[in-house]
C-alpha cells in the first residue's frame, strides 16, 4: 500500500509564496513524484515531475516561479510556489509513480487572493 499525504496548502495574497509538501510511504525510494492542480470548472493538469534521480520538468504557466524537490533521506516531495497568481487557484495533488501504477494523494487546496 502507497499511501501520499499533502500539506501546506492555504489562503495567500497574488504575489505571496507558498510551500506545499507530499509525505509517501509504503513505497521504494527510487520512485518518480509529481504534483498535479485542479482549478474550479477545469480538469486536472500537470505542474512539476521530479524523477528518481533528480530531473525536474515544468508546466510552461509555472516555469521560473514553482520549484519541485524531493527530500533526501525520506520520500517526500516540495512544491515551492513564488510569485503566486490569482489563475494558481486549485487544488494541488501529489502523484507518486511506482512501476506502472500511480498513486494520488487527497489534494491540498490553493487559494490566491486579487
Known amino acids: 500500500q502507497v499511501q501520499l499525504v499533502e500539506s501546506g496548502g492555504g489562503l495567500v495574497q497574488a504575489g505571496g509564496s507558498l510551500t506545499l509538501s507530499c509525505a509517501a510511504s509504503g513505497t521504494i525510494f527510487a520512485i518518480n513524484m509529481g504534483w498535479y492542480r485542479q482549478a474550479p470548472g477545469k480538469q486536472r493538469e500537470l505542474v512539476a515531475a521530479i524523477t528518481w534521480d533528480g530531473r525536474t520538468n515544468y508546466a510552461d504557466s509555472v516555469k521560473g516561479r514553482f520549484t519541485i524537490s524531493k527530500g533526501n533521506a525520506k520520500n517526500t516531495v516540495y512544491l515551492q510556489m513564488n510569485s503566486l497568481k490569482p489563475e494558481d487557484t486549485a487544488i494541488y495533488y501529489c502523484?507518486?509513480?511506482?512501476?506502472?501504477?500511480?498513486?494520488w494523494g487527497q489534494g491540498t487546496r490553493v487559494t490566491v487572493s486579487a
Open positions: 502523484k507518486a509513480n511506482l512501476g506502472s501504477n500511480d498513486y
